[in-house]
């Protein structure tokens, strides 16, 4: 995908002489380009989801920035560890076959409903609705894909541009941070309603 090749334009050729195998190996695996793709979207949202769970656990909303400042450190990092994964998402987000972009809308609503199931534990949001939770959740979960476009944008697209400076990656961290708790700054003032 790097060098101005789309995940659309990649022959299942090209992609088997990459990796080294003959074309009809690549089928010992998958039974096609598209599920190559869906396997790509899976394995990069899986373990960013874990780690940020794991995260939350013994944290909530009221601890605050401790819990904010965490969560983007591990966002920044595993982006940052994973770039060519999250530049194709963001890549097939925007101009992918409709087979990627509905997997990709998936994984981003099963985020956030997760996260909107891990939120409502919390005191202060047991009143809420849970179409409020969600909402809440979709705020956090759109910071986070943002913050990911910040970090692609800023460690260039080419082959090769992975290297993000220490000062653009402060500039993201502090910009994420700033935005997720002007979020959490909002949540005792919300008057869930049916």
Known sequence: MDGG????????????RAAGVVPTAFYRHFDGMDELGLALVEESVATLRAMLRESREGGGVDKGSGLIARSVEILVAHVREHRRHFAFMAHARASGNAVLRHAIRSETRLFA???????????VLRDWTTADLHMLAGLFVDTMI????????????????????PEASARIVTQAEKQLRLIALAIPHWRSTP
């Open 113 to 123: 409903s997760e996260l909107a199931t891990d939120i409502a534990r919390l005191p």
């Open 5 to 16: 090749y789309g995940f659309d334009s990649l022959s299942l050729r090209r992609v088997a």
């Open 146 to 165: 943002a913050t990911i476009d910040a970090i692609l944008e800023a460690s260039g697209s080419g082959a090769g541009s992975e290297s993000l400076s």
